[in-house]
Structure formats: C-alpha cells, structure tokens
C-alpha cells in the first residue's frame, strides 16, 4: 500500500512573549487509505497535528518537518496556490462544534456549493442537484428542505451531518476529523459516526481522526497514536489496546468509568515528567 | 422517612415550550441521584427548578420538608443548597480572583470566619494555598472544576446540586473530579442530584438514576438494575447502546 500522507518529525512552535510554545515536537507517521486516530489530553497537540497537515496553522507559528508530503506534493514548500487547491478538495477538514464552524449568514446549501464551485468547473444547477445528493447520502431526510435552512434552524448533529456533507462534496481523499462527535449527544455521536464510517470505507478516504476519547477512537480506526505533550508516546493497532504497553496510555484507558466496574477511587494519571522527553 | 428532596407534578414552561412535564422525583438524605438523558430532556431544568432559576409553572418542590414557592429561595435555602455548573470556564468570574470569589458567599451570608474557610475549602478541593490569589485564566479546566466546588462547599451545605460538572473536561482529569466530589461527599455527608448524558459517570457516582427524555421523566431505576441489564423502556436501552461505544455493522454492510 502506497502511503497517501508522510509525515516525518513534523514540529510546530509558537513564539509568545514568555518564549517558544512547542506544541507538537516531532511526529512522525504515514497514512494510506486507513483510518487512523490520533489521541491525547488538551495540549497533547493532537489538533494541532491535523492543522498543520492541512495547513490551517496560524501565521506566526512556525512548522517544520523533515518530510510533510501528501501523494507526492511536498506540503511545506508548495506555494499558498497549491495548498490552497488541495484544500477542500484533495483534503478535507471535519471541525468539532457545528455551532461555531459553519457560516451562520449563509443557508447550508450554499456552504456547500461554494466548496464544491471552489473546486470544479460545474453549473450552478448541477452544483445544487449533487450538494443536495450529498445531504442525502448523510442521512438528512429532507434534503430540499435543509438545503435552505441557516446553520442556527439545525440541531448539532444535523448541523454536523451538513459539515460532513460540505468536505466531502468535492471527494477528498484525505479527511481529517478533529473531534468530530464531542460536541454532540451520546444517542447522536453514534450516527453520525455510522455516517462518517460508511462514507469513509465507500469512497476509500484516508481518515485521521483525533479525538480525547480513547475507547471512542479505538472502536472507530486502524490504527492509533497516542500524543503526550507534543510526541508520539505510543502506536498500536486499535485491536491490540488492551495490551498497550505505557503507562500514560493505560492510564487513559483505565480512568473512564465504565458501567459495571466498580472501582472507587477512579484510578487516575500520575503524570510523570520523564513521558515528555 | 423525610426526603432531602422532593419534587412532584412539577412542570416548567418557556413561552409554549414545556421543558418539563409532571416531573416527580424523592431523593433521601445522604442519597447519590442521577439524571440522565439527551440534551433538551430537560435534566438540566430540574435541576434549575430547585435551585430557583427557571420558571416553575405547577407542581411543588420540597427541600428539607419546606415547600419552596416560585422562583425565590431565601438565604437558608442557599445554605442548604449549592449548585456546580458544567463549563468551569463560564462559571468563574473572569476578573475576580479566587479569593475574592470564594469570599463572596461567605460575605452574603455573614460568616465571620472567612480567611480560615477560604484555606479550607481550598485545601478540601486539593488546591493549595497558592491558588488562592490566581485569576481563573491562570488556571486548567479541572482547577477551575475544584474552585467551582469549593464555592460551592464553603458554606457547608447538605444538597449539592451538579450540573454536568465533568463533562467539559478530559477524561483523565474527569477521573479525579469524580474522585474529588465522591471524596467530599463522603466527608461531608452530601446528598447529590448529578446530571450527566454519560451513564458510566452516572452508575459509577450514583445509586439510583432517573431517565429522562422530552421533559418527562422515563424510567426510575437503581445503578444495579442498569449495570445487570434489568432495563424497561427502550429508550434507556438505547442509551445503554450509544454508551458501549462505536460498533461497526459489518454484517449490515456485508449482506
């Protein structure tokens, strides 16, 4: 299998007045048509790993690799043009909370056909029919209806169904799902990730999925990669879990209450300063 | 045997929207009690209803066998009763520092003795001394958790209210939160009413829950009943599903 995405000792920083932030210090994995999830605490750097993949660092940060090459294009030295095409259109970004990412003074429909005129030459009658073909196929019932409706007419996990909708109208073949079910209820998070599931396997996407919920990723993807404090502290494939071997990633497995343990206290994280280095 | 709390036939009304229905729970003293359900079942409002902070439109509530009418509650009240919100970081007052904070209720109320509360509550809620003149900015999402609690706690109530009080944070910090409260439960001797959508949260701090779904409540049941699966309405089973996590239909896509 040839790797779709090559990502080696990816590192970005951010100059503040109290000195360099590192956020991500050295990530290296390849991607092929898998599903992979990316897992760790707030400030693991997890999200910023997929912002740099898909080149939505801010400006003043600086982002270095040894190698960030998706399908043969080097990433960090294509000029803003190219990046800019692969952007929506070769790779796609699935953003956590509806409520805040989608435009609230544009109707769902148009969102999506700007993305999909972004990218192809198509009319504008044609673009309605597939953006309205697209709702369909992540379950929306009533299509016509919900392609006039403003991003604050929806429910959450409608409004994440449209997103999902919006980054894979154009067919990207890598999508890059950064908390994609957080904001949404237990009932809900599960469709909309039978949805995600059954689009990603039809089409053969790439899929990097990063998430704080381990069990929820495990489930979910391939393969995992577990971040602490901007590194890559462990790689395993999602069916041998239960035998991880570091400690921070047993940790986080084992302080989830479950129902039917009965562990009082929860064990909880001894973080321990030699994880980081 | 008297009820810590007692709420029955309540309802509540915005405009025409009933968000909740004939609601009717007891929770005994020294009682752990879950609500559960999806956002809009109106778990939430429940819990408002008793603190006072939404529109009660029937119904009674009993706290401690007093009858609270409307929306005021009396000083008493709120030393019987505190509430800890879900989003730590939209409950602090962004400009006060936690001193200042912590003193607050203590000043309402009159307590005299603040200075030595103030470290206690901090030291209860395993936040040391050191955090006592730090903004909330300066701080992580489970510290700010901690704050909230020991506000909460200072003036000793019986009845903790606790909207979602994990469910902004990361799963490993959850862990010692809930370790937290059980910790102080224990201590103090606290009746709990817990809201969460998350039922391993719910069964792990709680003896008996109540389902709840579109402003009614659905099924009463023990944390025991749940974990052994003695399950009556779907709805609670569909929760139970979503909770397992993601499972994939391979035989669905297969056929």
Redesign the interface.
């Known amino acids: 299998m040839s790797a779709l995405l090559t990502v080696e000792d990816l590192k970005v920083s951010f100059p503040t007045r109290t000195g360099l932030v590192e956020a991500v210090r050295g990530v290296s994995f390849t991607l092929g048509r898998e599903r992979l999830g990316i897992v760790g605490?707030?400030g693991s750097g997890k999200s910023q790993t997929g912002r740099a993949i898909m080149g939505l660092t801010p400006g003043h940060a600086q982002v270095t690799a040894k190698q960030l090459n998706f399908d043969g294009i080097d990433l960090l030295s294509a000029s803003p043009k190219v990046r800019r095409d692969l952007r929506g259109k070769r790779i796609a970004m699935i953003l956590q909370d509806p409520k805040y990412s989608l435009n609230p003074v544009m109707s769902i429909g148009r969102q999506i056909v700007e993305t999909l005129r972004q990218h192809e030459n198509v009319s504008r009658g044609e673009a309605r029919e597939r953006a309205l073909d697209m709702l369909a196929a992540v379950q929306i019932r009533d299509p016509k209806r919900v392609y006039d409706l403003y991003p604050h007419e929806v429910s959450?996990g409608m409004g994440q169904r449209a997103m999902i909708a919006m980054m894979l109208v154009a067919g990207p073949e890598l999508l890059i799902a950064d908390e994609p079910t957080s904001a949404l209820?237990?009932?809900?998070?599960?469709e909309v990730?039978?949805i995600l599931?059954?689009l990603v396997?039809d089409r053969g996407m790439g899929l990097v999925f990063v998430s704080?919920?381990?069990?929820?990723v495990s489930?979910?993807c391939d393969r995992v990669i577990v971040m602490y404090a901007g590194r890559i502290v462990e790689e395993l494939a999602a069916s041998e879990l239960a035998n991880a071997k570091h400690p921070y990633t047993q940790?986080?497995l084992n302080?989830?209450?479950?129902?039917?343990s009965d562990?009082?206290?929860?064990?909880?994280?001894d973080r321990k300063p030699e994880w980081a280095q | 045997m008297t009820s810590a709390v007692s709420v029955s036939n309540l309802s509540v009304t915005y405009d025409a929207f009933k968000a909740l229905n004939d609601v009717s729970v007891e929770i005994a003293p020294g009682e752990s009690f879950g609500l559960v359900g999806?956002?809009g079942s109106g778990k939430s409002t429940l819990l408002r209803a008793i603190a006072g902070l939404a529109p009660v439109t029937g119904g009674t509530i009993r706290v401690h066998d007093r009858v609270l009418q409307g929306a005021k509650r009396d000083k008493a009240f709120y030393r019987a009763v505190q509430m800890v919100f879900q989003d730590p970081y939209g409950s602090l007052h962004p400009r006060q520092t936690i001193d200042r904070q912590l003193l607050e209720p203590l000043a309402i109320h009159g307590v005299a003795d603040g200075e030595r509360r103030i470290l206690k509550a901090l030291d209860e809620v395993g936040l040391g001394s050191g955090f006592r003149f730090r903004y909330p900015h300066q701080l992580s999402?489970g510290q700010r958790q901690r704050v909230a609690i020991a506000r909460a706690l200072i003036l000793e109530p019986s009845i903790l209210l606790l909207d979602e009080p994990t469910s902004a944070l990361?799963?490993?910090?959850?862990?010692?939160v809930?370790?937290l409260l059980?910790?102080v439960r224990r201590d103090h001797k606290l009746t709990f009413i817990m809201v969460s959508?998350?039922?391993?949260?719910v069964?792990?701090?709680c003896d008996r829950l109540a389902v709840m779904q579109g402003g009614r409540v659905v099924e009463r049941l023990s944390s025991a009943d749940?974990?052994a699966g003695r399950i009556g309405e779907d709805y609670t089973r569909?929760?139970?599903?979503?909770?397992?996590?993601?499972?994939?239909?391979d035989a669905a896509?297969t056929a």
């Open positions: 605490e707030s959450g209820d237990v009932t809900v998070q599960l990730l039978g599931d059954k396997a704080h919920d381990l069990r929820l489930s979910f940790g986080l302080c989830m209450p479950a129902i039917g562990r009082h206290p929860l064990p909880v994280l | 999806e956002s999402g990361d799963a490993s910090v959850q862990a010692e809930l370790n059980e910790q959508h998350d039922l391993g949260v069964t792990h701090m749940l974990v569909s929760l139970m599903v979503a909770s397992k996590g993601f499972q994939r239909k896509v």
